[in-house]
């Protein structure tokens, strides 16, 4: 097993196939009764900080911390340090996705050995698979994980996502074939080294009705949208054909609405744990 599918996948064993999301938008920022500055921000991120200590995994929205500029981005440095400290697996969503040197560059960023790294990142492959060569090849290097942007929830993704005739199967979507590729990698690289599972995994949308097949993925499934967004924890079962321990469910506002008490937030944290926690039990 590589090194990042073994922190995840005895993360999610151990405290729960659950990944929580830090999104300090200006209306939680107003909500919680802080500023939307640097400092608002500052005391969100400690918020969530001493919530979800003893969680799986945590993911920091980076656009809602790059909105601030420098003092954004140190805020979120310290944030994925203060997690990591913590033993808590760091998600840096960041969707980032380019070409060439370009990519390279923010691989250094977000999964070499930058301070903003994290233990995994997401990315976009809709400039090609091939482009996130440089950024897989970090990954691999430092035992980092990858979630590759396959089928997301929202309606303008359709158009683009579920066009048919990218694959190399008659009939197979774009949102197929970038899941198809990432299981490619998957084989291959535990081919190389014998390892047990995967470190690529994909993002597929908790609220699509029609998710692309995972099952022969290798990797993890991001879910996200579960809550407020529509995505029901009891309705995820069998999602994609996925098997156990397979799924990481994500959840932000669902659980942020709770703040900014630590307590009243960590409890949200731990129902919504409890609700997924069937999806590390064989069928």
């Given amino acids: ?27 939680l920022l107003s909500r919680w009764g802080l500023a939307a500055d640097p400092v608002g921000l500052a005391r969100f991120s400690d918020i969530c900080v001493a919530a979800f200590e003893g969680f799986a995994v945590v993911k920091p929205q980076v656009a809602f911390f790059e909105a601030y500029g420098s003092a954004g981005f140190a805020v979120l440095e310290s944030t994925i340090a203060a997690l990591r400290e913590r033993g808590v697996l760091v998600l840096a969503d960041a969707k980032r996705g380019d070409i060439g040197s370009t990519m390279a ?19 976009s492959p809709y400039l090609g698979f091939g482009s996130l060569r440089p950024l897989l090849d970090k990954a691999l290097e430092r035992d980092r994980g990858v979630f590759v942007l396959a089928a997301t929830s929202n309606p303008e993704g359709a158009s683009v996502q579920r066009a048919i005739g990218a694959g190399q199967v008659v009939g197979c979507t774009v949102a197929q074939s970038i899941v198809d590729a990432a299981a490619t990698v998957n084989r291959e690289t535990l081919a190389a080294t014998a390892a047990g599972s995967g470190w690529v ?32 924890p009891e309705a995820l079962a069998g999602f994609g054909g996925a098997g156990p321990g397979q799924l990481l469910p994500a959840v932000s506002r669902e659980v942020l609405q709770a703040g900014p008490d630590v307590d009243a937030l960590r409890t949200a944290a731990e129902r919504m744990r409890d609700a997924v926690a069937y999806l590390n039990m064989p069928t």
Avoid at 15 to 20: A, F, S, T, V, Y
Avoid at 203 to 230: F, I, K, M, N, R
């Fill in 201 to 232: 995994g994909v993002v597929v949308g908790a609220t699509l009705s029609d998710p692309p097949d995972v099952s022969g993925l290798g990797g993890p499934v991001l879910v996200p949208g579960v809550g407020v967004q529509g995505g029901r």
């Fill in 105 to 123: 560059a923010y691989a250094e960023a977000w999964v070499g050995d930058s301070p903003m790294a994290a233990d995994a990142v997401t990315v």
């Fill in 1 to 27: 097993m590589s090194g990042f599918a073994h922190r995840l996948s005895g993360a999610m064993a151990q405290r729960g196939p659950l990944c929580l999301g830090i999104d300090p938008h200006p209306g």
